[in-house]
């Protein structure tokens, strides 16, 4: 009756939680804690922590006109562990010609983790193009990457009309690694993107709008599994 009760208890939770607990010997719910079965719990512990990794994930819309040329693109940021993932797509009309030249992010906590950085830019179709864009750190946006040639290296709508065969296109994705820490996203400055192609001498930017926030799944994931192992100590004890 206890069991079957505890089972009734543990049933809204995910499958998997099922499986990790399955693997513990049915007398789990009755008295006493033998060594074995203090074990199957810091195993699902263990997973549990593992499955749930997590992760902040921003998304910005880039809208702005210059030189009567309308420029749009969305930029999404994503920091999981010490990795930081930058995806970049260009979504300006196809009869114009406008591309990403350039853009910035800042980081909290970026001079102590700057040393032993690493990074790659794959442009559609995964074509690396690295070595036509180089690393530039401004003020508050330490993280500035340029393409060398704004209108050779930069990164276009596939649908752009002017393409030659040298052009790149998006979806590009950027990606930078950092061996002495976690990457924190400075949510006071917000992302930038510099504008080429556009018949100025200068290189303008435009400063991101926030339109996605991180949703909390892994979170709640999380803390549905330490709730689960709460309900298994109980019923343990």
Known sequence: MENDQAARQLAPFPLWYGACLSTAPREIFEGGVPLNKLITVVVCVFFIMGTAQVSDALTYQFDEEFNSTPFQATMELIVSNNKLTIKLQNTSLESAGPAISGFGVS??????????????????????????????????????FYAISAVLDGLYNPK???????????????????????????????????????GLTNTPYVTGRLVAAPEPGTLLLLGLGLIGIGIIMREML
């Open 107 to 144: 980081l909290l906590n970026y001079p102590s983790i700057y040393s032993g950085m690493t990074w790659t830019l794959l442009a559609a179709d995964d074509k690396d193009v690295s070595a036509r864009w180089y690393k530039y750190g401004v003020s508050n946006y330490q993280l500035n």
């Open 160 to 198: 752009y009309k002017g393409l030659t065969s040298d052009d790149r296109t998006t979806p590009a994705l950027f990606t930078a690694e950092f061996k002495l820490g976690t990457p924190e996203l400075n949510e006071n400055f917000t992302p930038i993107i510099y504008v080429g192609n556009i």
